[in-house]
Nanobody, 112 residues
């Protein structure tokens, strides 16, 4: 099983990034997927969630209206589009398959 995140980097406040998480080794289309983040000195928190079909999504209040989670089951990939980024969005972002598998994380830094 592998979950490989990509797309992180450094961006100025107000900028955008699109994270990708490529999955392999399990039946991706049957798993609910989520993005989590962990800022320095803080606990890991749920950012966004999407059901296996992609019909239902949910977001942390802190990112509602700015972040969008989506998935392409044909490509075994889940995405996180992040717009209007703020310095407090700085964190390592992880994707997760249901409650079972974690990716290794990708760093997002938002600063001037």
């Amino acid at each position: 099983v592998q979950l490989v995140e990509s797309g992180g980097g450094s961006v100025q406040p107000g900028g955008s990034l699109r994270l990708s998480c490529a999955a392999s080794g399990f039946t991706f289309g049957t798993y609910h997927m989520s993005w989590h983040r962990q800022a320095p000195g803080k606990e890991r928190e749920l950012v966004a969630y999407i059901t296996s079909s992609g019909v239902t999504t949910n977001y942390a209040d802190s990112v509602k209206g700015r972040f969008t989670i989506s998935r392409d089951n044909a490509k075994n990939t889940v995405y996180l589009q992040m717009n209007s980024l703020k310095p407090e969005d700085t964190a390592v972002y992880y994707c997760r398959a249901s409650t079972r598998f974690w990716g290794q994380g990708t760093l997002v830094t938002v600063s001037e």
